[in-house]
Structures are given as C-alpha cells and as structure tokens.
C-alpha cells in the first residue's frame, strides 16, 4: 500500500519533492501529470512523432482510434490510465479557505474546469513542466499550456469549449489569465494562446497557509483595537457596516477614503475596518506593476482568496486612475476594466486628495465616499508638542504659529518631525519653520509666479497715514495666531486670513510693499499671471482659481493680484450666458478670498472698477497717492546708488519741478547712471581721497527725465526745467548738415 502511495505522490509533479499542501490541488495536480506523461507516451510511438503541426492537425481524425487502442494496451500508457481512475477527495466543509478545493467550492467547479485550472498551476508551480508542455504542443517555443492542449488531454474534448469564454468563472475570479481577442463585438479567447495562474493566485491555492506576500502589508485585522473616536469615519457608521458586511456573496465595491495629502487615510480605513470586521491589507508594490490593469485584478483574486479588504494609499491609487493620462492608458477610459472585477466579492478602498477622480470610476461599484477628519489647529499644536517631546520646550509660541502656517496633515506631521530629531541641541523657531517649508509641495502651474523680494521697509517711502496702515497690516498679520486661537476668533472668521487693497497710480509703490511684507512677515510671495487665470471658456477661469487657493491652502503665503480690477471687476447686468458665468466667478472668488487663510494683496490702479461686495469683504485698503515734494526728495536721495558722485545732482530741484512716481523716478535713475557709463569722467572728487564707481551729472539726469516724459507720452515746457532748458535744446536741436 505505502508502494503505491509512494508512486501515486512521486506522479504528482514531474519535479522530485515537490508537493501541494492542499490535498485537493495534489490530485488535480497528478492528473495533470499523468495525462502528460501518457500524451508523450503516445508522441513517441506516432507514426509520423515530428511531424508539423499542420500535419499533425490533419491526421488528428485517422489516428484517433488508434490512439485510444494504445492507451488500452501499451504497458505504460495502460499504467498511466490505470492511475488516473483514483477517485477525487471530496472537500465538502473540509477545505481550508482560499485554497484550491475551496475554490473549487465556491465557483461550483465542474471536472473540465478544475483539470483546466490544474493544467495551468502546473506550468507555475512545476519548472520541469515547460519542456514537457512543449512537447506535447510539438513547438519548443511554447512552455505554457494552452486550450488547445487541454482538448488533447481531456477525455471529453468538447468540454473544454466552455473554457472559451471570458465569462468563464476562472477568468472573472482572475484565477486565469490569457490574452483576450476582440472579433466585432464578441470577444473569445485565442485556442493557441498560453493560459496561466498568476504566481500570487498559485501559491494561495497550492499553500493556503502561506505568509502575506512582500507586496502587501496589514493595515486592520479583526481583534485589533479599535480606532480613537477621532478617526471615526464621516458617514453614518450602520450605513457602513451595511455596506461592508462580511458576506461571501457581496460584490465588488470600491470606497473613495477622501482626504488632503497627509492626512490620517489609514486611522480613517483601520475605523471602517473596525466596522465592517474585515481584515484589511495595503499594496506597496512597484508603480510598473500597478500600471498593469491585470495585476489589480490579481491583488483583487488574491484578496478574496484569503477573504480581505484591498487598500490602494496616496501613492499607489494615481497609478491606477491616473486621470491625467488616459490616452495611454485605454483600459482607464472606459468602465469595462473596472466592471470585470465586479463579480469579485472584494471591497477596494482607494486614498484620493481629489474628488474629481471618482469620475473615471463606474458609479455603480462605487459606494459613499469616507472622509478623512481634517486636522484642526489645537491638533496640530498638541502634535507638534507631542513628536518634538523635549525640544518643544524651547520653541515657545513658535509651535503654535506653526500650527497655524503651516496645515499639514498628521503624516506630514510625523515626517517633519522625525526629521527634526536628526538635529543635535536644541531647535530653534528657524528650525522648524525651515523644516515645514521645506515639506511643502507647491503646485500653481502656470497660474502663479514664486517672486524674490528685492526691498526692505526702509525702502517704502509713503504719507504718515498710509504709513501706519501699512504697519497694521504687519502687526494683523503676526498677531493672527493669538487672535484667533487664545482669543476665539477663528470659529467666527472660519480661520481666514487677511485681504489687503492697495491702489494708487502705477509706480506709486505697490508692488514693492507687497515685497516688504515679505520680508517682514517671512513669508512666500506669489504673483497671480492673470493671463493665465482668466480664460474666455465657460467655467476654466473658475477651475483655475479653484486650482490656485487649493495650492495655497497648505501654508500661509501671500497671493499678490497685480490690476485686480480685470479680475475683480464689478457684476454686470445678465445679458447672455456669458455674463451670468462672469458673475458667477465674481461670486466664487469672493466666496474663495474669505476663506483663504493667509495674505491676499490686491494692486490696482482703478479702485473704482472693483466690485463693491468685493470692497466690503477686504480688511484692510491702503491708497498710495502721488509722492509730495518731500516724499520725491527722498526717493530721489535713495535710488541713486551710494557709490555713485552725485554732487553734481540737484535733488531740491528735481523734486519741486517734476510730479513723478517712485516708479519712474527709479527709471530715470537708471537710465542716466546707464549714459553716464560711458561718460570717461575721473571717479574721484577733487581735494578729496573718496573713491566712487561712477560720476552722475544733473545733465545726464536732466536728459533721463525728458525721455521718462517723452515715454508717457506726457508734454512738458522748456520752462520746466529753469535753468537747464538748453540741455533739452540741445538734445533736441538737429545736428547741420
């Protein structure tokens, strides 16, 4: 008894010692084996053994009857056939779940597909199959077995027919795969065509007891404890468990977890875990893999087979949706991929930062979408104080400014502060505000400009009452944290920030304030391309700024909106569809503006034109008017540089005469210091050791104030400019011939 035995196990592989450890897949196994072993037999003793295929094909019919009269009677093949009669294990209630006679089972599994499946778990799970696959297709090149082999080894060949068929329950449980024909609307699989397991599908079926394999990792396992109240999920919690109860006859589904970037996605999915009592695993393979529509497929078979929940993190999910790049990926257009794994009892949870990728999901698979609790300030801070531990101590109020810059989510979190742990001593606020920025992942396109600023304050000349607006602004903007937080504010003013207006003519100092708060306050500065924003299609100006305050929302910055008034102009009377859109963006930017929590700075030069719910909405409106004789003084004293002579330069003069902007008295500036280059004269002043870089004559200047007029396309007399009218005749005067 233990002989034969002994040959039964050694025919279940071709290779010694290898065996399946559930006893349903070792009988199919050897049967596959056996009927191999028995088709070579009578490969050999063929009339014509290496005849081609085509030959072969033709002579099936004649030697048909001969070859069932070898297996009756040649002593090997007779044995082999001998073999084959042993009875199947009945695995009624006794298989292990997720193997192969569970399988079996559960698909209700005739003989055909069982040898079928078998047939091609032994090409994956015996190496010496290959060769023995090729011989019986009579084609070296063909180491997979295919239907077509199937039908020669099976005793009822017209069986196999049913196999022909994507609809099959194997191929929909993606427990086989094979290359898919597309004949008009009927799709068929190709007879020739390889058919085979997938390595993660063949182990679970031949090994059920096997470890998780590397690409996946636990995420929830029923008996785990349960989540913090915090990280209940934002659906009613008996809608979820509805949803997601344990039920072998569930469909497919896939659960958006919603949430920004960095936020707690898998506090949020071990909470639904909890409810539904399903084991819950994460894929972390190679983006080349999850690129490929049948791996999911796969990861889908394997999850059913062991009876989890499948969970795609921020980084995995672009590489299945990939919304951005679907002329590349066909199978992502359309809802049929995503159909085919809906006879998979499996429910796949998917991380999204954007709610506009559920688009390329069918709507029938998918079920509400959870939302990821966002981190609130208090949060943030008693994080930040929690990671740092120790080195918080030193930080003071920095931990709480923090907090509120910067709105990273709890991952984001853990990152940054693992980093700062790194550091030797004890952090300073530099520390950890240049930690945080150094997280940041600014995305504006082509929608906005980052700008170095160039100014200090000293540099901002301005009447004493815009002045100290100018400081208020300043001294809101540091005091934001405290206000808001210690003193209760947020909740009413939804945590916005502040809005500024600043108009006056060009070259007035707008832009250069905007720069100085900058500085000041060490924040970003970003100029909004309007360009860019304003678009005359139908709702995309109302996507770009959409895009924009979204990016922005991160971290405290400041969005600087030089000529405001072409985009927060006044509502116009309703004429046409185009009108109605234009308010409706009007209104959304407003909407959007009040609720941004860092600095807007509006510039324009038409305050007139901005519309007046706008104006209501704004904090702060500094005006910059025309520079005084004093203020111009001054300006004039600061823009020529310090290591230039301008003893000769009457600034009293320049000032009184000429009514300009700081703006173009720093052209005229430059372009006199660029004539006077070229002008040869010694850099140092007599009866004096001081050396200078350049020498800048009032005539040079003189010249640079004409062509500045000249370029506004402003008059202005000769009796303007006293006493140096002859340089303007002179510049004027045509040279004789």
């Given at each position: 008894m233990r002989a034969i035995d002994s040959e039964r196990r050694a025919a279940e592989t071709f290779s010694p010692h290898l065996h399946a450890e559930d006893s349903m897949a070792a009988y199919w196994l050897r049967q596959v084996t056996l009927r191999l072993r028995r088709e070579v037999c009578w490969r050999m003793h063929m009339p014509a053994p290496n005849a081609d295929n085509l030959s072969e094909s033709l002579g099936m019919q004649r030697y048909w009857e001969e070859k069932k009269n070898f297996f009756s009677t040649d002593p090997t093949a007779k044995y082999l056939t001998g073999l084959l009669q042993e009875p199947p294990p009945s695995p009624k209630g006794n298989a292990r779940h997720g193997s192969f006679g569970w399988t079996v089972e559960q698909l209700n599994l005739d003989d055909t597909s069982v040898f079928v499946l078998a047939l091609a778990l032994a090409a994956v799970f015996d190496s010496a199959a290959g060769s023995v696959v090729s011989a019986c297709l009579n084609d070296q090149t063909k180491t997979r077995p295919t239907l077509a082999l199937a039908q020669k080894l099976w005793d009822r060949p017209e069986q196999v027919l049913t196999l022909a068929d994507p609809h099959h329950s194997l191929f929909r449980a993606g427990l086989l795969m094979t290359p898919f024909r597309e004949s008009m609307s009927d799709p068929f699989i190709d007879w020739e065509s390889p058919v085979s397991v997938p390595t993660l599908v063949a182990n679970q079926l031949l090994f059920p007891g096997s470890p998780l394999p590397t690409a996946l990792t636990p995420v929830y396992t029923p008996g785990d404890t349960a989540p913090d109240h915090r990280d209940t999920p934002s659906v009613n919690p008996r809608r979820v468990k509805a949803a997601l109860h344990p039920d072998t006859g569930r469909a497919f589904h896939i659960v958006p977890i919603l949430g920004k970037s960095g936020a707690a996605h898998r506090e949020t999915l071990r909470a639904v875990a909890h409810l539904s009592g399903r084991p819950v695993v994460e894929c972390k393979s190679l983006p080349g893999l999850?690129?490929?529509?049948?791996?999911?497929?796969?990861?889908?078979?394997?999850?059913?087979?062991?009876?989890?929940?499948?969970?795609?993190?921020?980084?995995?999910?672009?590489?299945?949706?990939?919304?951005?790049?679907?002329?590349?990926?066909?199978?992502?257009?359309?809802?049929?991929?995503?159909?085919?794994?809906?006879?998979?009892?499996?429910?796949?949870?998917?991380?999204?930062?954007?709610?506009?990728?559920?688009?390329?999901?069918?709507?029938?698979?998918?079920?509400?979408?959870?939302?990821?609790?966002?981190?609130?300030?208090?949060?943030?801070?008693?994080?930040?104080?929690?990671?740092?531990?120790?080195?918080?101590?030193?930080?003071?109020?920095?931990?709480?400014?923090?907090?509120?810059?910067?709105?990273f989510e709890k991952e984001t979190l853990r990152r940054i502060a693992e980093g700062l742990h790194v550091l030797p001593g004890p952090l300073s606020p530099a520390d950890l505000i240049d930690a945080c920025r150094a997280h940041l992942e600014l995305d504006m396109g082509e929608l906005a400009q980052p700008v170095t600023p160039r100014f200090e304050e000293e540099s901002l000349i301005l009447p004493h009452k815009q002045h100290l607006q100018f400081r208020e602004v300043v001294h809101a903007m540091k005091s934001l944290t405290e206000v808001h937080y210690e003193w209760g504010t947020a909740k009413a003013w939804n945590e916005s920030g502040i809005s500024v207006l600043f108009a006056g003519p060009p070259g007035t100092g707008k832009t250069m304030a905007a720069e100085i708060l900058a500085l000041e306050l060490d924040l970003p500065i970003f100029r909004i391309d309007l360009s860019q924003v304003v678009n005359k299609y139908i709702g995309e100006t109302e996507k770009n700024l959409k895009r924009l305050f979204d990016a922005a929302d991160i971290s405290d910055m400041i969005l600087f909106f030089d000529e405001a008034d072409s985009l927060f102009g006044k509502r116009t009377e309703v004429k046409d569809a185009h009108d109605r859109y234009a308010n409706l963006e009007i209104s959304y930017l407003l909407e959007r503006m009040e609720r941004f929590k860092g600095l807007a700075i509006l510039a324009t030069n038409r305050k007139k034109d901005l519309d007046e719910a706008f104006l209501r909405r704004l904090r702060y409106m500094i005006d910059f008017p025309f520079p005084g004789v004093e203020q111009r003084k001054r300006i004039w004293e600061q823009v020529i540089p310090n290591t230039?002579?301008?003893?000769?330069?009457?600034?009293?003069?320049?000032?009184?005469?000429?009514?300009?902007?700081?703006?173009?008295?720093?052209?005229?500036?430059?372009?006199?210091?660029?004539?006077?280059?070229?002008?040869?004269?010694?850099?140092?002043?007599?009866?004096?050791?001081?050396?200078?870089?350049?020498?800048?004559?009032?005539?040079?200047?003189?010249?640079?104030?004409?062509?500045?007029?000249?370029?506004?396309?402003?008059?202005?007399?000769?009796?303007?400019?006293?006493p140096y009218a002859d340089v303007i005749e002179k510049m004027e005067k045509e040279p004789k011939k």
């Open positions: 999850l690129d490929n529509p049948q791996y999911l497929k796969t990861l889908a078979a394997y999850c059913w087979l062991r009876g989890f929940d499948l969970y795609l993190g921020e980084d995995a999910a672009p590489l299945v949706l990939d919304p951005g790049n679907r002329e590349n990926r066909p199978h992502r257009q359309n809802a049929s991929y995503w159909l085919s794994l809906r006879f998979l009892p499996v429910t796949l949870f998917i991380s999204l930062t954007d709610r506009s990728s559920l688009k390329t999901l069918p709507p029938q698979l998918l079920l509400p979408a959870v939302s990821v609790p966002a981190f609130s300030f208090r949060e943030r801070a008693d994080l930040w104080k929690e990671l740092l531990g120790p080195k918080a101590g030193a930080l003071g109020t920095a931990v709480n400014e923090c907090a509120r810059r910067f709105r230039v002579d301008r003893s000769d330069v009457d600034i009293d003069f320049l000032a009184q005469r000429f009514q300009l902007t700081g703006g173009h008295i720093r052209s005229i500036v430059l372009n006199a210091c660029l004539g006077a280059a070229v002008s040869g004269e010694p850099r140092v002043r007599p009866h004096s050791s001081e050396e200078f870089k350049g020498v800048l004559r009032m005539e040079q200047v003189i010249a640079a104030v004409k062509r500045e007029y000249d370029k506004m396309d402003r008059t202005v007399s000769l009796e303007h400019f006293g």
